[in-house]
């Protein structure tokens, strides 16, 4: 599984608009990814975040202590996995979670091999 699937353009005009800030860039590398989960995200009224599959913990959390802190809106392209802490986290959170109804196909024309959810903390 890649930690670098780019978000399909359909899903990111659904979500985003010019005032959407995305801290986990599809072109990030290590370095960068990890000073954006070190940075405050109070500046954007809109956040949209497609973190890495192999671990979206650290960016769930951040996204939900932002959104508390600062009412920001989030939303974040994850894979749909109920068994998972940070799937609990984002049900505690009040998330509103939003299937798509077939798999993501990530530019490619094979689906993903899981589904994913946009989850959404208002």
Same mark, same amino acid.
């Given at each position: 599984?890649?930690? @670098?699937?780019?978000?399909? @353009?359909?899903?990111?005009?659904?979500?985003?608009?010019?005032?959407? =800030?995305?801290?986990?860039?599809?072109? =990030?590398?290590?370095?960068?990814? *990890?000073?954006?989960?070190?940075?405050?995200?109070?500046?954007?009224?809109?956040?949209?975040?497609?973190?890495?599959?192999?671990?979206?913990?650290?960016?769930?959390? @951040? /996204?939900?202590?932002?959104?508390?802190?600062?009412?920001?809106?989030?939303?974040?392209?994850? &894979?749909?996995?109920?068994?998972?802490?940070?799937? &609990?986290?984002?049900?505690? *959170?009040?998330? @509103?979670?939003?299937?798509?109804?077939?798999?993501? &196909?990530?530019?490619?024309? &094979?689906? *993903? /091999?899981?589904?994913?959810?946009? *989850?959404?903390?208002?």
């Amino acid at each position: 599984m890649s930690d @670098k699937y780019q978000t399909d @353009k359909w899903v990111l005009d659904l979500v985003c608009d010019e005032n959407t =800030w995305d801290p986990c860039p599809i072109n =990030w590398n290590k370095d960068l990814h *990890a000073c954006s989960l070190v940075i405050e995200w109070d500046s954007a009224d809109n956040i949209f975040i497609n973190p890495p599959y192999s671990n979206p913990l650290p960016w769930v959390q @951040k /996204a939900i202590e932002t959104n508390h802190n600062y009412g920001t809106r989030i939303v974040m392209l994850l &894979k749909h996995d109920t068994s998972t802490t940070w799937y &609990k986290l984002l049900h505690q *959170a009040d998330a @509103k979670i939003l299937m798509f109804g077939s798999r993501l &196909k990530h530019r490619t024309r &094979k689906g *993903a /091999a899981f589904p994913s959810i946009l *989850a959404v903390l208002p």
